[in-house]
Structure formats: C-alpha cells, structure tokens
C-alpha cells in the first residue's frame, strides 16, 4: 500500500512542479537531467557486486 501512496504523490508532486517549470523550459529539462542521473546512480550503488 505504502507503494502506491508513495507512486500518487510522486505523481501529483512531480505534475506540480513540471507545470510551475513549464514557463522555463531549459531549467525543466536540467531538473529532469538531474532526476535521471540520481536514479542511475542508486541503480548503480544497490546493484554493486563487492
């Protein structure tokens, strides 16, 4: 359950701030830049083999 609450509010958080960058296109697609470097990352680190 707490994954589909937690997947909502991402949801309606992450609309929220699109449309308030929407006027902003360039800082709107480094924001989204960013988003996928850092899940990329966390993929990377819990997916490591030491």
């Known amino acids: 359950m707490?994954?589909?609450a937690g997947g909502l509010a991402?949801?309606?958080?992450g609309?929220?701030?699109?449309t308030?960058?929407?006027?902003?296109?360039?800082?709107l697609n480094?924001?989204?830049s960013v988003?996928?470097?850092l899940v990329a990352?966390?993929?990377i680190y819990r997916n490591r083999t030491f």
């Open 10 to 13: 991402g949801g309606v958080l």
């Open 41 to 43: 990352v966390y993929v």
């Open 15 to 18: 609309m929220l701030l699109s």
């Open 30 to 32: 480094g924001v989204f």
């Open 2 to 4: 707490e994954f589909i």
């Open 35 to 37: 988003l996928v470097l």
């Open 20 to 27: 308030k960058l929407s006027a902003h296109k360039n800082l």
